[in-house]
């Protein structure tokens, strides 16, 4: 049965504070990324592919936090982190505070399959970016007046701020998880981390096990949150070991972590979760979080709010 399932970031997303048009924007760019990665597991491709494509629509539009849409750094700088993995093989391929390349979760996934590391960091990664021709865009490509404006507003109260917090229009973090018709799992997640970030701050988005896990013998999962409570938790890898070791449904591993566990340490935020036999789930304890999921069956659903 093979389905996917993506999310556009979680957090205090407000009714009243979106209006009908911006629903219906982000519904659109939701329904365009759950298309890319759908219509491949539909063809009979593989879960990775899925991933890697949801992941560069969202990517592409400016309304999420990754990519083209990644919010500013204190330095000004577009500091950007994505990471990928295979659930059949177990490889991963993650990068983490990469400017200027136009689609990270493709260099992850370059990471993973044309070097033999893991995980690549800053120029270092733009220098594998540049050998492995992925596309380069000029700084232009990634500015936005909203989010100059979030930074703005961030460094008056000098702080970090997670991308879905009042007065926020454009929103989060962006990842997708999927199950393809010979049942391989993939996962993958991209970010723009946190408004005003400074010191080279890396949130759970790029590291393995705690922002993004999959793994065919349990399930896929891609975080989205308060990323120092996601890495300090390792919740995608909390779920898979639930469930492997403790012998927990799904439903029942997602429940603990993030309504349990990271929730009474604190950590707000939610993500998405697909299991070796299609179970879906979408939790969150933040108000909203953008997300949407499509099987085989033609179950699903896009939604925003709790
Ligand atoms: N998890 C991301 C980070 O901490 C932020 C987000 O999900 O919006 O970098």
């Known amino acids: 049965m093979y389905t996917i399932a993506i999310h556009g970031g979680s957090g205090t997303i407000n009714r009243s504070e979106i209006t009908p048009e911006q ?4 519904r659109q760019g939701l329904e365009a990324a759950l298309d890319a990665g759908y219509n491949i597991l539909a063809r009979g491709g593989p879960a990775l592919d899925a991933v890697e494509q949801a992941v560069r629509s969202l990517e592409e539009n400016e309304l999420f936090n990754a990519g083209k849409g990644a919010v ?22 993650a990068v983490a505070g990469v400017t200027n390349v136009r689609n990270p979760i493709s260099l992850a996934r370059a990471v993973m399959e044309q ?18 021709k992925l ?3 000029p700084d232009d490509y990634f500015f936005s007046h909203l989010r100059f404006e979030q930074l703005k507003e961030a460094q008056k109260e000098n702080k970090t701020q997670l991308d879905h917090s009042k ?23 991209s970010t723009g981390g946190l408004t005003n970030k400074k010191y080279g701050r890396v ?13 065919n013998q349990t399930c896929a999962v891609s975080c989205t949150g308060y990323g ?28 603990y972590v993030v309504q349990d566990k990271l929730k009474n340490r604190g950590g707000e935020g939610g993500l998405i979760a697909i299991d070796s036999v299609g179970n879906v789930e979408l939790p969150f304890n933040s108000e909203g979080m953008y ?8 179950k699903g659903e896009v939604a925003i709010f709790g």
């Open 203 to 215: 949130g759970d988005t790029p590291v393995i096990g705690a922002g993004t896990y999959a793994n």
């Open 72 to 93: 500013f750094s204190a330095n000004g700088k577009h500091e950007m982190d994505a990471s990928i993995m295979c659930g059949q093989s177990l490889k991963a391929g």
């Open 135 to 137: 596309t380069l865009e």
């Open 228 to 255: 120092e409570f996601f890495i300090r938790s390792v919740v995608a890898y909390d779920i898979s070991c639930l469930m492997e070791y403790k012998g927990l449904s799904l439903k029942k591993a997602c429940d």
């Open 167 to 189: 007065k926020n229009t454009g929103k989060g973090t962006v990842g997708a998880v999927a199950l393809d018709s010979e049942g391989n799992l993939a996962s993958a997640t």
């Open 115 to 132: 070097s033999e590391n893991v995980f690549l960091l800053g120029s270092g990664a733009e220098d594998f970016a540049r050998e492995h």
């Open 291 to 298: 997300r949407a999921w499509c099987n085989e069956a033609g």
């Open 23 to 26: 629903v219906k924007q982000f």
